[in-house]
C-alpha cells in the first residue's frame, strides 16, 4: 500500500482489504460465502445454497496484495536500481487505490444499524488497536528503537489502513446524501494535500487525501467494473501500462515518490504549496487510468488463488513483520541482492510469503486478532429480542395445534 522504511512516523506504510465483508482490501472481515455484512441478502438457511462469492473480487485483492508485499520488499532494494525504482513508483501509483476502490465499492449499503457497527468495530478497531500495538513493541525490542511509544493516534507502518477504513466507513452517509460526492472529496483531498498543519494524528492526511477513491468505489456499480474488463480494454491496458513503466523511470531522478505515499503535504515535500492540489487531481487521474488496466487483466472466473481472496488482511498485517525483520536483521544488505536475479528471487519471496499468510491454517491461528466475535463486550440488539421472545412465543401454539 503506500510505505517507506522511513523512521518512526515517517515510516509508516498503507495494504488491502471493508468487508465487503473482505471486499475491499484488506477485508476487515472475511464473509462465510454472503454478503450479508454489507447489506446484502442474508445467506440462505435450509437446504439452498449459500450465495456465492464474487470470484473478480477474491481474485483482484489476492493480486494486489501480492503487489504490496513485492513492493514492500523492493523498498530497501530500490535505490540501487533506477528501472527497480520506476517499477516500484508504477505499483505505488495503483495498488492501494485499487484496495480502495473495492473497499468503498462494498462499503455501498452501510449505514449505522448496530449490527454493522457492531462488525465495524471487531472488524476494523479492534485489529487497529492489537496490531497497532504489536508493530509498536516490534520496533522498539525487535528493530532497537527504544523511544517507540504506543500511540493510537498515530498509527506506525501498515495500520494507517484500518483506522483510514474506520473513518471513511463511518462518513459513507454523507457522501451517499451529498448531490456531488466525488468533486466534494477531491476538494477535500486538495485542501489537506496544502495544509501541513494537519500532523500525524490517526495520519490524517493518507486518510483525505486517499478519500477520493474510496468515494468512488461508493459511486460505482457491478457494470461499471464488468466495463472495464472488455477486451478491448484489456488490449489497451498494455501500451498504457508500458508507458507508465517508460514514465516512471523517467521520473525517477525527476520526482520525490512521496508523492505517491499521500501522506505529506506539498510543503512538506519541499514544493509550492500550489502543487499540492495540482499533483492531487494528476495522481488520481493516473491511478484511476492504472488501476482499470489492472482490473482489466484480473480473472473473473475461480481460480487456484481465489479462496486466499478473503485472508487479504491476514497478508496485509502480518507481512509486515517479516518485511521489517528482514531490515532490522539485515536480509537485505547481501549485495548480490541488489542485483537483478537478487531482486527476482525477492520479489518471488515476498510474493510466496503473503500467499502463505492468506491460506485458511494462518487464518485459524489468527483470527482472534482480525476477526473477534466479541459476543460478551455488546447489548443484543432490541430487535433481535424481541423477534426471538415472540418465535419463543408461537413455538408452543404451533406445537399445540400439531398435536391437537
Same mark, same amino acid.
Given at each position: 500500500?503506500?510505505?517507506?522504511?522511513?523512521?518512526?512516523?515517517?515510516?509508516?506504510?498503507?495494504?488491502?482489504?471493508?468487508?465487503?465483508?473482505?471486499?475491499?482490501?484488506?477485508?476487515?472481515?472475511?464473509?462465510?460465502?454472503?454478503?450479508?455484512?454489507?447489506?446484502?441478502?442474508?445467506?440462505?438457511?435450509?437446504?439452498?445454497?449459500?450465495?456465492?462469492?464474487?470470484?473478480?473480487?477474491?481474485?483482484?485483492?489476492?493480486?494486489?496484495?501480492?503487489?504490496?508485499?513485492?513492493?514492500?520488499?523492493?523498498?530497501?532494494?530500490?535505490?540501487?536500481?533506477?528501472?527497480?525504482?520506476?517499477?516500484?513508483?508504477?505499483?505505488?501509483?495503483?495498488?492501494?487505490?485499487?484496495?480502495?476502490?473495492?473497499?468503498?465499492?462494498?462499503?455501498?449499503?452501510?449505514?449505522?444499524?448496530?449490527?454493522?457497527?457492531?462488525?465495524?468495530?471487531?472488524?476494523?478497531?479492534?485489529?487497529?488497536?492489537?496490531?497497532?500495538?504489536?508493530?509498536?513493541?516490534?520496533?522498539?525490542?525487535?528493530?532497537?528503537?527504544?523511544?517507540?511509544?504506543?500511540?493510537?493516534?498515530?498509527?506506525?507502518?501498515?495500520?494507517?489502513?484500518?483506522?483510514?477504513?474506520?473513518?471513511?466507513?463511518?462518513?459513507?452517509?454523507?457522501?451517499?446524501?451529498?448531490?456531488?460526492?466525488?468533486?466534494?472529496?477531491?476538494?477535500?483531498?486538495?485542501?489537506?494535500?496544502?495544509?501541513?498543519?494537519?500532523?500525524?494524528?490517526?495520519?490524517?492526511?493518507?486518510?483525505?487525501?486517499?478519500?477520493?477513491?474510496?468515494?468512488?468505489?461508493?459511486?460505482?456499480?457491478? =457494470? @461499471?467494473?464488468? #466495463?472495464? %474488463?472488455?477486451?478491448?480494454?484489456?488490449?489497451? +491496458? $498494455?501500451?498504457?501500462? /508500458? &508507458?507508465?513503466?517508460?514514465?516512471?523511470?523517467?521520473?525517477?531522478?525527476?520526482?520525490?515518490?512521496?508523492?505517491?505515499?499521500?501522506?505529506?503535504?506539498?510543503?512538506?515535500?519541499?514544493?509550492?504549496?500550489?502543487?499540492?492540489?495540482?499533483?492531487?487531481?494528476?495522481?488520481?487521474?493516473?491511478?484511476?487510468?492504472?488501476?482499470?488496466?489492472?482490473?482489466?487483466?484480473?480473472?473473473?472466473?475461480?481460480?487456484?488463488?481465489?479462496?486466499?481472496?478473503?485472508?487479504?488482511?491476514?497478508?496485509?498485517?502480518?507481512?509486515?513483520?517479516?518485511?521489517?525483520?528482514?531490515?532490522?536483521?539485515?536480509?537485505? =544488505? @547481501?549485495?548480490? #541482492?541488489? %542485483?537483478?536475479?537478487?531482486?527476482?528471487?525477492? +520479489? $518471488?519471496?515476498?510474493? /510466496? &510469503?503473503?500467499?502463505?499468510?492468506?491460506?485458511?491454517?494462518?487464518?485459524?491461528?489468527?483470527?482472534?486478532?482480525?476477526?473477534?466475535?466479541?459476543?460478551?463486550?455488546?447489548?443484543?440488539?432490541?430487535?433481535?429480542?424481541?423477534?426471538?421472545?415472540?418465535?419463543?412465543?408461537?413455538?408452543?401454539?404451533?406445537?399445540?395445534?400439531?398435536?391437537?
Amino acid at each position: 500500500m503506500t510505505n517507506s522504511l522511513r523512521p518512526h512516523s515517517q515510516n509508516r506504510a498503507p495494504l488491502p482489504p471493508a468487508h465487503a465483508p473482505a471486499g475491499g482490501v484488506p477485508s476487515p472481515r472475511s464473509p462465510q460465502n454472503t454478503r450479508s455484512a454489507e447489506g446484502a441478502k442474508p445467506a440462505p438457511s435450509g437446504n439452498q445454497p449459500a450465495k456465492q462469492r464474487d470470484a473478480f473480487f477474491d481474485n483482484a485483492k489476492y493480486l494486489a496484495i501480492v503487489l504490496v508485499a513485492i513492493g514492500h520488499s523492493w523498498e530497501p532494494l530500490k535505490d540501487d536500481s533506477r528501472i527497480l525504482e520506476g517499477l516500484y513508483t508504477v505499483v505505488y501509483a495503483f495498488h492501494m487505490p485499487a484496495f480502495i476502490i473495492i473497499s468503498g465499492f462494498f462499503s455501498r449499503s452501510f449505514d449505522m444499524r448496530p449490527d454493522r457497527l457492531r462488525r465495524l468495530i471487531t472488524g476494523v478497531v479492534v485489529p487497529y488497536v492489537l496490531f497497532e500495538t504489536a508493530y509498536s513493541l516490534f520496533n522498539r525490542y525487535v528493530g532497537g528503537a527504544p523511544d517507540q511509544d504506543i500511540s493510537l493516534l498515530d498509527p506506525w507502518y501498515l495500520t494507517w489502513f484500518l483506522i483510514a477504513l474506520f473513518v471513511w466507513r463511518l462518513t459513507t452517509p454523507i457522501w451517499k446524501l451529498v448531490r456531488w460526492p466525488l468533486p466534494l472529496a477531491l476538494a477535500i483531498a486538495m485542501l489537506a494535500s496544502v495544509s501541513p498543519d494537519i500532523g500525524d494524528d490517526l495520519d490524517l492526511q493518507r486518510v483525505l487525501q486517499f478519500l477520493p477513491f474510496f468515494v468512488v468505489g461508493l459511486c460505482m456499480k457491478p =457494470e @461499471h467494473f464488468r #466495463l472495464v %474488463r472488455r477486451r478491448s480494454v484489456r488490449i489497451l +491496458s $498494455v501500451p498504457v501500462f /508500458a &508507458a507508465a513503466v517508460v514514465v516512471g523511470w523517467w521520473a525517477v531522478p525527476r520526482m520525490n515518490t512521496g508523492w505517491f505515499y499521500h501522506r505529506d503535504s506539498a510543503q512538506e515535500l519541499g514544493a509550492p504549496w500550489w502543487t499540492g492540489p495540482v499533483m492531487v487531481l494528476a495522481l488520481f487521474g493516473c491511478s484511476l487510468l492504472l488501476t482499470a488496466c489492472f482490473f482489466s487483466w484480473v480473472p473473473g472466473r475461480r481460480m487456484w488463488f481465489t479462496a486466499l481472496g478473503a485472508g487479504t488482511l491476514y497478508g496485509y498485517l502480518l507481512h509486515g513483520f517479516l518485511v521489517k525483520g528482514g531490515d532490522y536483521w539485515g536480509w537485505f =544488505e @547481501h549485495s548480490w #541482492l541488489h %542485483r537483478p536475479p537478487g531482486q527476482l528471487l525477492v +520479489s $518471488v519471496c515476498a510474493a /510466496a &510469503a503473503v500467499t502463505l499468510l492468506c491460506t485458511s491454517p494462518v487464518r485459524r491461528v489468527f483470527r482472534f486478532a482480525m476477526e473477534p466475535a466479541m459476543e460478551w463486550a455488546f447489548k443484543r440488539d432490541s430487535v433481535e429480542v424481541a423477534r426471538g421472545r415472540g418465535q419463543a412465543e408461537k413455538a408452543p401454539a404451533r406445537e399445540k395445534v400439531t398435536t391437537g
